[in-house]
């Protein structure tokens, strides 16, 4: 044996020779080459045998094989015989009574370790609700794990959160990992309040997972707990989410008075960062949102965020838990966030200057990226424009834009001179966009405004009560400062941005067509004296992003 041939046929002969002969020297010899060969054809050889003759229970109880080893042992078995779990859980079963003698009570926890590994649950069902009553703690509260993942029951975990062990009850709701429902949710928050540190742990990863952001101020709080082994918990939890915004708590606790919370915080950056770095690797994403203003006399800003690959309009479905937002320096933990509905189709208006002004190219550049954006129900239309601030007077105009499904031709409009008289002035422009009375357009309407120049005059009260009663989304894009136009937006709640090169202009327009897609809204009380700059990031296996809006 010790000169054994893993590749020999012969050596199969040998084998069953020793067998035969002292099946205590063939089982340690087995042993030691399967510690030793790992995966060959010689080792498929020797699990066929030990599966064969019943010596499967023993070998995985071996203290002489680390855990890793009998792991592998077990699925190797698993591949030869399909009803390897079967039997290894009839067997830990038996060894509650006066069954299976092979299995003792310090090995029963060891054997536990390996079928919850190699089985689900679902097909043992019987074996692991006899386990229940296993006189070893540890193989019961296993079980309970095994039977609420196998079942996916929610009823049965709550019953199993009456049970007086916190073993027990800690497996059960980790048993919910992945399980999405009201019943789950009212369960798992439930559990949240338990009062031992693991129950209470489990919890907050269920809820993460699914997205539940609310436990994120629950999370943070128990960082603070009184107790080292909620706060050893809590930094446990951080790194199970991955989540870079508990970076700053966990640097916290790395200097904690107690020597297990600082070995979990250590662990839980390290996760941390490799999460981080793991959601690089898929495709990054493009933000864009629409900041609203702070309602006077309440703190709550509103956020519509839109979230799309590098091209096209397909947005990525993103859990609440997922987004990190930003203002300013601070973090904000407490928010809400709803998944809002995509209108099928809408009509967009480019309100523009007349060709001939500097920024007519890269305006042009701007539209040509939104294309990528376009889905084919939208439809496009221009409003050209002239400055008579400049000298210039246009048309009086009272007809709607004309709207098409054509990228293309608003494109070329906007590359070739309007006749003046088809052209208003700005304010009348934005008129002509928002009137009520627009057959042709379809879904709701928005405009995309850009001035090279502030106006010579001041929106009157009508165009504003126009712009609000339209409820159109209305974003203005300006080349520098442009107090009239910025008063105007603020009176129309309208957006406005300021830019300074071509380089802008083309990334403002796309992004301003971009956020009539908005999916998310995300709502938060603000603790700032005055509106700040919102960073948003986010982080997930599918893709990551990290913007600043203004």
Same mark, same amino acid.
């Given at each position: 044996?010790?000169?054994?041939?893993?590749?020999?046929?012969?050596?199969?002969?040998?084998?069953?020779?020793?067998?035969?002969?002292?099946?205590?020297?063939?089982?340690?010899?087995?042993?030691?080459?399967?510690?030793?060969?790992?995966?060959?054809?010689?080792?498929?050889?020797?699990?066929?045998?030990?599966?064969?003759?019943?010596?499967?229970?023993?070998?995985?109880?071996?203290?002489?094989?680390?855990?890793?080893?009998?792991?592998?042992?077990?699925?190797?078995?698993?591949?030869?015989?399909?009803?390897?779990?079967?039997?290894?859980?009839?067997?830990?079963?038996?060894?509650?009574?006066?069954?299976?003698?092979?299995?003792?009570?310090?090995?029963?926890?060891?054997?536990?370790?390996?079928?919850?590994?190699?089985?689900?649950?679902?097909?043992?069902? @019987?074996? /692991?609700?006899? %386990?229940?009553? $296993?006189?070893? !703690?540890?193989? &019961? #509260?296993? *079980?309970?794990?095994?039977? =609420?993942?196998?079942?996916?029951?929610?009823?049965?975990?709550?019953?199993?959160?009456?049970?007086?062990?916190?073993?027990?009850?800690?497996?059960?709701?980790?048993?919910?990992?992945?399980?999405?429902?009201?019943?789950?949710?009212?369960?798992?928050?439930?559990?949240?309040?338990?009062?031992?540190?693991?129950?209470?742990?489990?919890?907050?990863?269920?809820?993460?997972?699914?997205?539940?952001?609310?436990?994120? @101020?629950? /999370?943070?709080? %128990?960082?603070? $707990?009184?107790? !080292?082994?909620? &706060? #050893?918990? *809590?930094?446990?939890?951080? =790194?199970?989410?991955?989540?870079?915004?508990?970076?700053?708590?966990?640097?916290?606790?790395?200097?904690?008075?107690?020597?297990?919370?600082?070995?979990?915080?250590?662990?839980?950056?390290?996760?941390?960062?490799?999460?981080?770095?793991?959601?690089?690797?898929?495709?990054?994403?493009?933000?864009?949102?629409?900041?609203?203003?702070?309602?006077?006399?309440?703190?709550?800003?509103?956020?519509?965020?839109?979230?799309?690959?590098?091209?096209?309009?397909?947005?990525?479905?993103?859990?609440?838990?997922?987004?990190?937002?930003?203002?300013?320096?601070?973090?904000?933990?407490?928010?809400?966030?709803?998944?809002?509905?995509?209108?099928?189709?809408?009509?967009?208006?480019?309100?523009?200057?007349?060709?001939?002004?500097?920024?007519?190219?890269?305006?042009?550049?701007?539209?040509?990226?939104?294309?990528?954006?376009?889905?084919?129900?939208?439809?496009?239309?221009?409003?050209?424009?002239?400055?008579?601030?400049?000298?210039?007077?246009?048309?009086?105009?009272?007809?709607?834009?004309?709207?098409?499904?054509?990228?293309?031709?608003?494109?070329?409009?906007?590359?070739?001179?309007?006749?003046?008289?088809e052209c208003s002035e700005l304010w009348h422009a934005i008129w002509r966009s928002v009137r009520n009375d627009q057959p042709q357009?379809?879904?709701?309407?928005?405009?995309?405004?850009?001035?090279?120049?502030?106006?010579?005059?001041?929106?009157?009260?009508?165009?504003?009560?126009?712009?609000?009663?339209?409820?159109?989304?209305?974003?203005?894009?300006?080349?520098?400062?442009?107090?009239?136009?910025?008063?105007?937006?603020?009176?129309?709640?309208?957006?406005?941005?300021?830019?300074?090169?071509?380089?802008?202009?083309?990334?403002?327009?796309?992004?301003?067509?971009?956020?009539?897609?908005?999916?998310?809204?995300?709502?938060?009380?603000?603790?700032?004296?005055?509106?700040?700059?919102?960073?948003?990031?986010?982080?997930?296996?599918?893709?990551?992003?990290?913007?600043?809006?203004?």
């Amino acid at each position: 044996m010790r000169h054994f041939d893993r590749d020999a046929v012969a050596s199969r002969a040998r084998i069953r020779e020793l067998f035969d002969v002292d099946q205590e020297a063939f089982y340690s010899s087995a042993l030691e080459i399967l510690k030793r060969e790992g995966d060959s054809r010689g080792c498929h050889y020797l699990v066929t045998l030990l599966v064969a003759y019943d010596l499967l229970v023993p070998a995985l109880c071996d203290a002489s094989l680390s855990k890793e080893q009998a792991l592998t042992l077990a699925r190797a078995a698993g591949r030869i015989d399909s009803l390897t779990d079967v039997s290894l859980a009839k067997s830990l079963a038996d060894s509650s009574g006066e069954g299976d003698p092979r299995v003792s009570a310090r090995d029963a926890g060891r054997l536990m370790e390996v079928l919850s590994e190699i089985s689900d649950g679902t097909r043992i069902l @019987p074996s /692991l609700m006899r %386990m229940l009553r $296993h006189p070893n !703690a540890h193989v &019961r #509260s296993k *079980a309970v794990k095994m039977i =609420g993942r196998g079942s996916r029951s929610v009823r049965w975990v709550q019953g199993r959160l009456a049970e007086s062990d916190p073993r027990v009850r800690a497996n059960a709701v980790e048993a919910l990992w992945g399980v999405d429902t009201e019943e789950a949710r009212s369960l798992l928050l439930n559990a949240t309040r338990d009062g031992n540190n693991r129950v209470a742990g489990n919890a907050l990863v269920a809820l993460y997972r699914i997205g539940d952001n609310s436990v994120i @101020p629950e /999370l943070l709080k %128990m960082a603070e $707990h009184e107790s !080292a082994l909620f &706060r #050893s918990t *809590a930094a446990w939890v951080m =790194g199970e989410s991955g989540d870079a915004r508990f970076t700053e708590t966990l640097a916290g606790l790395m200097r904690d008075t107690n020597a297990a919370v600082r070995t979990r915080a250590l662990a839980a950056l390290g996760r941390i960062k490799t999460a981080v770095a793991l959601s690089h690797e898929g495709e990054q994403w493009v933000v864009s949102g629409l900041v609203q203003d702070p309602v006077s006399g309440k703190a709550a800003r509103r956020l519509l965020l839109a979230v799309a690959g590098a091209e096209g309009f397909v947005s990525p479905a993103i859990l609440p838990t997922q987004f990190l937002v930003s203002e300013g320096s601070q973090i904000v933990n407490s928010y809400r966030v709803l998944e809002r509905q995509v209108d099928a189709a809408m009509s967009v208006t480019f309100v523009v200057p007349r060709v001939g002004g500097h920024g007519g190219t890269a305006l042009s550049g701007g539209v040509f990226a939104c294309r990528t954006r376009k889905r084919p129900s939208d439809l496009w239309a221009v409003a050209p424009y002239v400055n008579t601030g400049a000298g210039d007077s246009g048309g009086i105009l009272d007809e709607a834009p004309h709207y098409t499904s054509d990228a293309a031709a608003v494109q070329a409009l906007l590359e070739q001179p309007t006749p003046r008289n088809e052209c208003s002035e700005l304010w009348h422009a934005i008129w002509r966009s928002v009137r009520n009375d627009q057959p042709q357009s379809r879904g709701k309407r928005h405009l995309i405004v850009y001035s090279e120049c502030d106006p010579s005059g001041s929106a009157g009260d009508s165009l504003v009560s126009a712009v609000v009663g339209s409820r159109a989304t209305v974003q203005v894009i300006a080349s520098g400062d442009c107090p009239k136009l910025e008063d105007f937006c603020k009176r129309a709640r309208c957006s406005f941005e300021s830019i300074e090169s071509d380089e802008q202009l083309i990334r403002a327009v796309e992004m301003a067509y971009l956020n009539l897609l908005a999916r998310y809204e995300i709502v938060w009380q603000s603790g700032a004296a005055e509106p700040a700059a919102l960073r948003i990031r986010l982080h997930s296996p599918a893709g990551w992003a990290d913007a600043t809006l203004t």
